[in-house]
């Protein structure tokens, strides 16, 4: 793991402090990205005791945003840092709610895969959920790429990151469209739909919480704050300074 600006401190104990930190941000992420994958996992397959595991895991995560957050508010307190050390600190505490709220939505996914698996009974493939699989399989590739590229304190990919969410909207829009009409052609699909179309949701605002990680970053790394930034703005900042 590349360290960037941190270790350039005269104090190695203040060192450590930002590595754990960051360290700890990164094994929540890593949480966070399982709880998607096992989320969505369980909503196709009807598998409540996965679903059950998720919600279980989602505890882990809960604990790890205090204790972060909570080490982060000591050092601000204690190190009163300045320039980047103090946007990193800032930076963690953004990022660790930004995944905090995706742990969240990937358990609402498991609830609702509780849901169905009590409705239609666990363990059967629901093929029709392929689009949906598609859908999960690009927000947590981006949740994924926004955290490496937090690891890295690198913010090269990140147009290409948040660029990735135009796809994300475009398959929200199409799966709704299709969900839409299989409850309009038959009324009993209705309870079904309405828990696919809540999950696709879910899955939508994930991919909105993986750029709100990007746009952090930008901050952390350029001191600009991107948000609401248009495409041509936020790629302006990035170039800035480049040779």
Not at 102 to 107: A, Q, R, T
Not at 131 to 155: K, T
């Amino acid at each position: 793991m590349d360290n960037g600006k941190i270790g350039q401190h005269i104090s190695g104990q203040f060192n450590k402090e930002l590595e754990d930190i960051r360290n700890k941000v990164l094994t929540m992420g890593g949480l966070v990205e399982q709880q998607i994958e096992w989320a969505v996992q369980a909503f196709t397959n009807g598998d409540a005791e996965l679903a059950e595991q998720v919600i279980r895991q989602d505890n882990q995560v809960d604990d790890l945003e205090i204790e972060i957050d909570r080490e982060c508010n000591q050092i601000l307190a204690l190190r009163q840092p300045a320039a980047f050390d103090l946007r990193l600190l800032i930076t963690v505490i953004k990022v660790i709610n930004e995944l905090e709220i995706v742990g969240d939505l990937s358990e609402s996914i498991a609830k609702m895969a509780i849901s169905i698996a009590d409705i239609e009974g666990s363990g059967t493939k629901k093929d029709s959920y392929y689009e949906l699989q598609h859908m999960a399989d690009l927000v947590r590739g981006m949740l994924h790429d926004s955290l490496d590229a937090f690891a890295r304190m690198n913010v090269d990919d990140v147009a290409l990151i948040t660029g990735r969410d135009e796809n994300v909207d475009r398959e929200y829009v199409s799966i709704f469209r299709q969900l839409i009409t299989h409850m309009m052609e038959d009324p009993r699909n209705i309870t079904r739909t309405i828990n696919v179309l809540w999950t696709v949701r879910a899955l939508e605002r994930i991919g909105d919480h993986a750029c709100y990680v990007c746009e952090h970053l930008i901050y952390m790394m350029k001191g600009k704050n991107v948000r609401h930034a248009t495409k041509e703005e936020l790629q302006k900042v990035l170039d800035y300074g480049k040779k």
